[in-house]
């Protein structure tokens, strides 16, 4: 069994910069953020695959998001900077604990979910 807790999100004027966290309890293989802004989908950011510690960035938003991870605290970042209106959203990070298949953006593959923190981003 797996828990996410995240925190970090806020209201923050676009340009701005935001830390989101992850504490993280139990075993897991990949690790991700997601959004999902009202109305629509919820789609992968960022992901961490917690042994090799790869990482995969959203075309979206490279170069603005980075993910992170403090094995010593169990813990996910991800650091999004020049933030923008756009980014307002509810972010979930997620956890699986096996390979499997599929990609690491796509949803139905993360067994574990956190309950979310919403940023948001006036211009």
């Known amino acids: 069994q797996v828990q996410l807790e995240e925190s970090g999100g806020g209201s923050v004027q676009a340009g701005g910069s935001l830390r989101l966290s992850c504490a993280a309890s139990?075993?897991?293989?990949?690790m991700g953020w997601f959004r999902q802004a009202p109305g629509k989908e919820r789609g992968g950011v960022a992901a961490i695959y917690i042994s090799s510690r790869g990482t995969y960035c959203a075309d979206s938003v490279k170069g603005r998001f980075t993910i992170s991870q403090d094995n010593a605290k169990n813990t996910l970042y991800l650091d999004i900077d020049s933030l923008k209106p756009e980014d307002t959203a509810m972010y979930y990070c997620a956890a699986r604990t096996s390979a499997g298949g599929g990609a690491w953006y796509d949803v139905d593959k993360y067994q574990y979910w956190g309950r979310g923190t919403q940023v948001t981003v006036s211009s």
């Open positions: 139990g075993y897991t293989y990949t």
